[in-house]
């Protein structure tokens, strides 16, 4: 099970970091990734991070601004969202796999149930 949080207001340029914590199982071998879903759009594919925390892949959209990290040892990743955007504004959603990570949605197995990132103008 996958818990996202940290999810908030906050204006043009803020930041904030959304974690989402693992429970019943251990997440260490797989892909943890987040994606994002705006009102009356597809989910889409923003960062992705291997089990060693060492290969990441990002969504055009967010390169240079957002930063996706995990710790194995407290069986969490963290997504620092820095200089954010009214475009930003969406619910965020973690996800896990085996193997590596995909921005393909259906390819992952776990989702946490979301957390709700508005920037305002």
């Known amino acids: 099970q996958l818990q996202a949080y940290g999810g908030g207001l906050v204006q043009a340029g803020g930041s904030l970091r959304l974690s989402c914590a693992a429970s019943?199982?251990?997440?260490?071998?797989?892909?943890l990734a987040w994606f994002r879903q705006a009102p009356g759009k597809e989910r889409e594919f923003v960062a992705t991070?291997?089990?060693?925390?060492?290969?990441?892949s990002y969504a055009d959209s967010v390169k240079g601004r957002f930063t996706i990290s995990r710790d194995n040892a407290k069986n969490t990743v963290y997504l620092q969202m820095n200089s954010l955007k009214p475009e930003d504004t969406a619910v965020y959603y973690c996800?896990?796999?085996?193997?590596?990570?995909?921005?393909?949605?259906?390819?992952?197995?776990?989702w946490g149930q979301g957390t709700l990132v508005t920037v305002s103008s």
């Open positions: 019943g199982r251990t997440f260490n071998s797989f892909s």
């Open positions: 991070i291997g089990w060693g925390g060492g290969s990441t």
């Open positions: 996800a896990s796999k085996g193997g590596e990570g995909t921005v393909e949605p259906s390819r992952y197995d776990y």
